[in-house]
């Protein structure tokens, strides 16, 4: 029979284990959150965030995100609230505060609008990826931009305006239109997900002019349709030359909707982009 003293010792030491066994346990997942916001920032590849244009919304993006995530990016597609150029800016730039380490912006279409003002004085963006988009320098619109070339055929698309109670307008592409004006070459099921699913664009969006562009400060990469009728081809090249683009690829025969129809060469672009702005 063992005496009260040492009976007293055991309870004290099988107490004091317990306690130690406790915190060790509870202590863990702020050790494995810690460690895991350590490789976030200290990684080798930087988080790419994916901004969608008008008549489209985040899963257009689908058949880029699969490609990068298995190639181990981590990947954000935003959820563009294309309801003004610097309004929709302002909401990109707070999710980029938000992320840590490096971030390549990849914007389509309109998007490209927006990544060109929220990247404007944010040192964890290190380059910009134009997909069928729009690089506006400052005072410029989409409507401005949009005139330069012929070749769009998206304005006769479009169903009568939306009003909206705050006096502006929502702007939808006619369903019954939609593959022959933005996704040529995606097939028909695919096109007429992306109709039924697409987010307006507000007419007033149109003609914003752009803020200081972050294309002057930031190196960029552009990749464009040869047959997008929704942004004049030519404006591309312009644009690309004029951001002084590391690199510019036009895929021959391509949409609009190119990082659907062509999502390989899209995903390169942005994962040369990745090795060259970490």
Known sequence: MQKPARRRRLATLAAASSLAVWLAWASAPALSASTEATEATTGAKPTIVLVHGAFAESSSWEAVVARLLAKGYPVVAAANPLRGVHSDAT???????????????????????????AATGRPNVKALVY????????????????????????????LPPVPLSDGNYDL????????????????PRSAALLAATQRPLTAAAQVEPSGTPAWKFIPSWFIYG???KAIPPALQPFMAERAHSRHTVAVEGASHAV???????????????????V
Do not use: C, Q
Not at 131 to 157: C, H, M, N, Q, R
């Open 91 to 117: 909401y990109l730039a707070s999710l980029v505060d938000s992320i840590p380490g490096p971030i390549v912006l990849v914007g389509h279409s309109y998007g490209g609008s927006v990544i060109t003002n």
């Open 131 to 158: 997909v069928a988009a729009f690089a506006p320098d400052a005072g410029e619109s989409l409507a401005i931009l949009s005139a330069k070339y012929p070749g769009s055929t998206l304005g006769a698309a479009l």
């Open 172 to 187: 939808y592409v006619k369903p019954s239109e939609y593959r022959e004006s933005f996704a040529a070459d995606v097939p």
């Open 226 to 228: 040869t047959r997008d």
């Open 259 to 277: 990082m659907a129809s062509h999502p390989e060469p899209v995903v390169k672009l942005i994962m040369e982009a990745a090795g060259a702005g």
